[in-house]
């Protein structure tokens, strides 16, 4: 996409150029007799697609547990994990850049010498992952119908865990040849780069989004792109949904970060940016980062701990596919308060079982078991609602001038509560070890309340609809207008 200096000239050209154009656009629509179908294997393949993207994330994190990588680094401490976890996410906070930087970073992690190597290497392939994170769902909202948005923009969830399933399973099958190839934990980092390279060169043959190209004034490829997604019929109802909206927003907005926090957007950018740094708070990255020594306490040897932590993969995968099929059935805010309730009680069983462990040692044998299961009921719960819907939300309330600015700003705010979950949460269980789990308890407690009092019901709410929504008019008078 071109940047966003050339959306807000655009927006600020005088209104007349933008009538004009509005106009022979509709003159041209006159024209239109071939009646063209929806294409659902289009829209559902260019979903899928660019849902690659999601498959770089997150495969060092069980790596950095590993006997084998702390061992080639010297033993660190966990002021220096932290860092290698957390340069990462903050090579996504500031991640603008191109899939080359994503390619670039993987081959320095993967030959790494010295923990300097490997905290560049994360740095530099934030920048690649953090623009994706930000640009797929943001893409992904605006090709897809209103009834099945949640749908689309779940399958880059589900892509994103079948990775760290298979992430999970490589380093696991990896670990046994640790004794005799005590490098194996490079071959999961290297892996990286086949996604990368694979999206760099599909990302010529992709179609455009359909309002990008209405900002641009290309209306023309804007309904043809609408056609060829969404049919002819549902394509000309969207159409001029947009283009009235486009109108709409020229007259009253400048497309400027400040404008974010106006009275207008205020609420939407608050919610947005909340939803983002909530998900990462709800305490997912901890239990993910630190699997397989979560697991060793409880008695488990390296091994188990591997292989439990599989589990957690497949369990990732397999849930991801839920709201796959549910997400559009039923209301947003229902899906988060109900998975932050459930997440709430696996954070205190985790923290049951550690302190029991510690306090009974000879318990540790039959803990095992126990402290498996929730981990397994935290991330059944977290798949199926904060983990699709925290890119979701974020992407569906704002207007399609301020659409691009909000989802940076909320996907920066998601990378910068990483920021802060992994650099500290090693020093944190350093020193007070299970104490961390109720303080994620209590997060998931409080973000209950902030959905039920705040939040505003989105779900199946055409994107030209939304400014009417946090308005206050009711949908009959939206639908009429």
Same mark, same amino acid.
């Given at each position: 996409?071109?940047?966003?200096?050339? @959306?807000?000239?655009?927006?600020?050209?005088?209104?007349?150029?933008?009538?004009?154009?509005?106009?022979?656009?509709?003159?041209?629509?006159?024209?239109?007799?071939?009646?063209?179908?929806?294409? $659902?294997?289009?829209?559902?393949?260019?979903?899928?697609?660019?849902?690659?993207?999601?498959?770089?994330?997150?495969?060092?994190?069980?790596?950095?547990?590993?006997?084998?990588?702390?061992?080639?680094?010297?033993?660190?401490?966990?002021?220096?994990?932290?860092?290698?976890?957390?340069?990462?996410?903050?090579?996504?906070?500031?991640?603008?850049?191109?899939?080359?930087?994503? %390619?670039?970073?993987?081959?320095?992690?993967?030959?790494?010498?010295?923990?300097?190597?490997?905290?560049? &290497? $994360?740095?530099?392939?934030?920048?690649?992952?953090?623009?994706?994170?930000?640009?797929?769902?943001?893409?992904?909202?605006?090709?897809?119908?209103?009834?099945?948005?949640? $749908?689309?923009?779940?399958?880059?969830?589900?892509?994103?865990?079948?990775?760290?399933?298979?992430?999970?399973?490589?380093?696991?099958?990896?670990?046994?040849?640790? +004794?005799?190839? +005590?490098?194996?934990?490079?071959?999961?980092?290297?892996?990286?780069?086949? +996604? %990368?390279?694979?999206?760099?060169? &599909?990302?010529?043959?992709?179609?455009?989004? +359909?309002?990008?190209?209405?900002?641009?004034?290309?209306?023309?490829?804007?309904?043809?792109?609408?056609?060829?997604?969404?049919?002819?019929?549902?394509? @000309?109802?969207?159409?001029?949904?947009?283009?009235?909206?486009?109108?709409?927003?020229?007259?009253?907005?400048?497309?400027?970060? /400040?404008?974010?926090?106006?009275?207008?957007?205020?609420?939407?950018?608050?919610?947005?940016?909340?939803? /983002? &740094?909530?998900?990462?708070?709800?305490?997912?990255?901890?239990?993910?980062?630190?699997?397989?020594?979560?697991?060793?306490?409880?008695?488990?040897?390296?091994?188990?701990?591997?292989?439990?932590?599989?589990?957690?993969?497949?369990?990732?995968f397999v849930t991801s596919w839920i709201p796959i099929w549910t997400i559009d059935r039923w209301s947003?805010?229902?899906?988060?308060?109900?998975?932050?309730?459930?997440?709430?009680?696996?954070?205190?069983?985790?923290?049951?079982?550690?302190?029991?462990?510690?306090?009974?040692?000879?318990?540790?044998?039959?803990?095992? *078991?126990?402290?498996?299961?929730?981990?397994?009921?935290?991330?059944?719960?977290? *798949?199926?609602?904060?983990?699709?819907?925290?890119?979701?939300?974020?992407?569906?309330?704002?207007?399609?001038?301020?659409?691009?600015?909000?989802?940076?700003?909320?996907?920066?705010?998601?990378?910068?509560?990483?920021?802060?979950?992994?650099?500290?949460?090693?020093?944190?269980?350093?020193?007070?070890?299970?104490?961390?789990?109720?303080?994620?308890? &209590?997060?998931?407690?409080?973000?209950?309340?902030?959905?039920?009092?705040?939040?505003?019901?989105?779900? *199946?709410?055409?994107?030209?609809?939304?400014?009417?929504?946090?308005?206050?008019?009711?949908?009959?008078?939206?639908?009429?207008?």
């Open positions: 996409m071109e940047n966003e200096k050339s @959306q807000v000239d655009m927006c600020e050209k005088p209104n007349n150029d933008s009538k004009s154009s509005l106009k022979s656009s509709d003159n041209s629509n006159d024209h239109s007799t071939v009646i063209v179908p929806p294409n $659902r294997v289009l829209l559902y393949g260019t979903t899928a697609f660019v849902s690659l993207g999601a498959l770089l994330f997150g495969v060092i994190s069980t790596i950095i547990a590993s006997d084998t990588w702390l061992k080639e680094f010297g033993y660190p401490d966990s002021g220096v994990i932290g860092a290698v976890v957390s340069l990462f996410d903050v090579g996504c906070l500031f991640g603008a850049l191109s899939n080359a930087w994503t %390619a670039f970073g993987v081959i320095i992690q993967t030959f790494a010498v010295h923990i300097a190597m490997m905290i560049i &290497g $994360r740095f530099i392939l934030g920048f690649g992952v953090g623009a994706l994170s930000g640009l797929v769902p943001l893409y992904q909202a605006e090709i897809a119908p209103a009834h099945i948005r949640g $749908r689309l923009i779940s399958i880059e969830q589900m892509v994103l865990c079948f990775g760290e399933m298979i992430a999970t399973w490589i380093d696991y099958g990896f670990s046994y040849l640790a +004794p005799t190839l +005590p490098i194996w934990w490079r071959i999961p980092l290297g892996i990286q780069i086949v +996604p %990368a390279i694979i999206l760099v060169v &599909g990302c010529f043959y992709i179609l455009p989004s +359909p309002r990008w190209l209405a900002e641009k004034e290309r209306w023309d490829e804007c309904l043809s792109v609408l056609t060829r997604l969404h049919g002819t019929e549902a394509a @000309q109802i969207e159409f001029r949904q947009i283009q009235e909206t486009i109108k709409m927003e020229r007259e009253t907005s400048v497309g400027s970060y /400040a404008e974010l926090f106006n009275r207008r957007y205020r609420k939407r950018t608050l919610i947005a940016m909340a939803t /983002a &740094g909530l998900q990462q708070l709800t305490g997912t990255n901890s239990i993910l980062y630190f699997a397989p020594t979560l697991f060793g306490k409880a008695g488990l040897d390296q091994q188990a701990s591997f292989l439990a932590t599989g589990g957690v993969g497949i369990v990732l947003r805010k229902g899906y988060f308060m109900v998975g932050s309730f459930v997440m709430m009680l696996a954070m205190i069983g985790i923290a049951v079982t550690q302190a029991m462990t510690e306090l009974h040692p000879n318990i540790i044998g039959n803990a095992g *078991n126990v402290i498996v299961f929730w981990p397994y009921l935290f991330y059944t719960a977290f *798949n199926i609602t904060w983990g699709p819907l925290a890119w979701l939300v974020p992407n569906e309330i704002m207007d399609i001038t301020m659409r691009a600015k909000g989802n940076a700003l909320a996907t920066a705010t998601l990378w910068l509560c990483n920021v802060g979950v992994a650099q500290f949460s090693p020093m944190i269980v350093a020193k007070i070890n299970w104490g961390l789990y109720p303080i994620y308890a &209590g997060i998931n407690f409080i973000s209950i309340f902030l959905i039920y009092f705040f939040w505003v019901e989105s779900a *199946n709410v055409p994107l030209e609809e939304m400014a009417a929504l946090f308005e206050g008019i009711p949908r009959e008078s939206r639908t009429a207008a």
